[in-house]
């Protein structure tokens, strides 16, 4: 069983930046895949970015390419979101995601509780 926390969500305006994190709770976090995802209020869940378990891998969605960038640190058993150039719409409540596997799976077997992000206009 693998916990996953997330933090760093908050109140910003647009075109203001936030990075979030997520820490596992798991000895082999190196063999994990990671990936973010985000549910807005009356929406379903949607992918936003994923990261293989080295980090020379990433993948994501079209609405935050370019903007957002996902990585790991490894050592720290976290996976981090940076998010740029925020707008209204990114408005949501960001999920962590993490599955073992080689490559980025389309599927994930843990999720976070989820930190809120809010995006003022």
């Known amino acids: 069983q693998v916990q996953l926390v997330e933090s760093g969500g908050g109140l910003v305006q647009a075109g203001d930046s936030l990075r979030l994190s997520c820490v596992a709770s798991?000895?082999?976090?190196?063999?994990?895949?990671m990936g973010w995802f985000r549910q807005a209020p009356g929406k379903e869940r949607e992918f936003v970015a994923a990261?293989?378990?080295?980090?020379?891998?990433?993948y994501y969605a079209d609405s935050v390419k370019g903007r957002f960038t996902i990585s790991r640190d490894n050592a720290k058993n976290t996976v981090y979101l940076q998010m740029n150039s925020l707008k209204p719409e990114d408005t949501a409540v960001y999920y962590c995601?993490?599955?073992?596997?080689?490559?980025?799976?389309?599927?994930?077997?843990?999720w976070g509780q989820g930190t809120q992000v809010t995006i003022s206009s």
């Open positions: 995601a993490a599955k073992w596997a080689l490559d980025i799976p389309t599927k994930y077997d843990y």
């Open positions: 798991t000895r082999t976090f190196g063999t994990y895949a």
């Open positions: 990261i293989n378990w080295s980090g020379r891998n990433t």
